[in-house]
C-alpha cells in the first residue's frame, strides 16, 4: 500500500507534455481493470499535415494556365513518342469530321501507322452521333479512306490487343453505329482481334458482359457473307472457353447464353446439351418458363430432348398454366406439337383453350398468328371458333407480312387444312397477290404430295370463279420464297 502511494507523489511530480497547452488542467493516470495487447502511442503523421499535404503548393497554383489541347497535335506527338496503341485514355478526335480529314491527309503512314489509326477513329466512332456519321459517308473520299485503311489493317497483324470497351458503351448507344455498312469491317475485326488475345485471361462473366454489349453486330450481320466467318469465329472462341468453365456461372447467367443466342440465330450443341442436362438434374429448382425456353431452343436446332424431361415439364406447364405468359404458351405449343408423344393431346387441348382466351390472344404479334394458325393446322385440336379469329387477325396484319416467308407458311398452313372458302382469299387479295404467292409457294421442292395438289385445286378453283385480281395487280407485293 505504501509503495502505491510513493509512485502515485512521483507521478504528481512528473510535468506533463500537455501542461503548456493545458495549464489548469490536472494530469491524471486510469487504471486499467484488464490488460490489454500492445499500444503503438506514436502517430505518423498528425491530421493537420495530412490535410495540408493534399494542398497544392502556392508555386503550382499559380503557374497553371488552362488550354485547350489541339487533338491533332496530341495524336502527332504521341506518335512521335512511339506510346503503346489501344491505350485507355481518351485520345479520340474532336468529331468524325476532322478524322476524315486528319486519314485524307495521312493516308501514305497507313502502312506504318494503321492500328493508331484504327484506335483513333473507334474512339471517335462511339463518341460521335451515328447521324453526323451517316452524313459524311455521302462523300465518297470519306468512303474510299475508310476502305483503305481498312484494306491494310486486315493485310496485317496487330501486336497489342484492341480492348474494345475502352469506355463504357451502352447498347443502345451503339446500335445505331452497327447499322452503317461502312463501319462495321472495323467493329468486327476489333472484336475478333481482342478475344483471340485475350480470351485465355478473360473472366467468363467478362466474356458474356462483351457478348451482350455487342448483341446487335452478331445479330445484324451474322448472315452477312463478307463477316459470317469472322463473327462465327468469334463465337467458337468465346463458346470454347463457356463450355470448359460453365460450373463456374450461375444459372441466370447460363439462360442469357442461350437468350444471347436465340437472338442472333446461333446454337452451340455443346452448350445446349449441357443444359439440357443441367434442366434434369435441377428439375425441381428451375421456374416453368426457363424449363420451356431451354426446351423450345433445343427444339429449334431439332435437339433430341430426352422423354423424361418433356414428360416431367409437361406436369409443371399443367400445375402453371395460368401463370405463363402468351409467348410462353407459343412456345409450349412450337415444342409439343413436333413431338408425336402419346400424352400430349390433352396438353395441346388445354394450351389452345388457354391461348383463346381474349388477354392472351390479343397480346400475340402479327408473326406469332402465323405461328399459331401453323401449329393448329399440325395438331388433331379443332376449334372453328379459334380458327376464324387466327383468320381475322391475320387479315388484319396482313400489312405486316408483306415481303415475309411468313405468308408462305400461312398458305402452307392452309393446305394442311385443305381450307378453299373464297371469302378469306377475297378479302386477302385487296391487299396482296394471292395468284402470286401461290405460285411463289408451288415452286417449293421440299412440298408433300397433298399440298402440291392442295395448290393446284386452289388456282383450278380461281380461275373456274373468275377470281377478282384486284386494283393492286400491277403493284403487287413480291412474295419471298
Partial sequence: ????????????????????????????????????????????????????????????????????????????????AEKPIFSSRNSAFANISECFDFLLKNKENFPNDCFKYLERLYLTLICDRASDIKNLLQIEDNKMILAELYATIDSKVSITAFFPNLREIKRNEIKDLLEIPELTPFFVYILLD???????ELELRKIIEHLRTWDDLFYLHLQSKSHNVKLMEILQICFEKLNANTEKLMFKEKLNLCMFMRSIKYADLGFLDYMVIYCELNFERLDVSDLIFILYLGNKVQKVVPFELLYRTKKSIIANLK???????????????????????KLMEMIYNEISLE????????????LLLYHYSNSKFRDDGLFERILNKIEMVMDDLKNTVYLNLMMLSLAHLNYMKPEFFVKLQKKINVVELVENVKKNDDLYEDEKEYFKILLKKMEENNFPMGDNQNNAAKITE
Fill in 323 to 345: 401463370k405463363i405468359n402468351p409467348k410462353n404458351l407459343m412456345r409450349i405449343l412450337e415444342v409439343y406439337s413436333k413431338k408425336k408423344l402419346f400424352f400430349v393431346e
Fill in 194 to 200: 481482342f478475344f483471340k488475345k485475350n480470351i485465355e
Fill in 359 to 370: 388477354k392472351n390472344f390479343s397480346n400475340l404479334n402479327s408473326v406469332e398468328y402465323v
Fill in 1 to 80: 500500500m505504501k509503495t502505491i502511494q510513493k509512485l502515485r507523489i512521483l507521478h504528481s511530480q512528473i510535468k506533463s507534455p500537455f501542461s503548456k497547452w493545458f495549464p489548469n488542467k490536472k494530469p491524471y493516470i486510469k487504471i486499467l481493470e484488464k490488460p490489454v495487447g500492445f499500444i503503438n502511442p506514436i502517430i505518423d503523421k498528425p491530421l493537420l499535415l495530412k490535410a495540408l499535404d493534399n494542398e497544392k503548393s502556392p508555386e503550382i497554383s499559380n503557374s497553371l494556365v488552362e488550354v485547350k489541347p489541339n487533338p491533332l497535335s496530341t495524336i502527332l506527338n504521341d506518335f512521335q
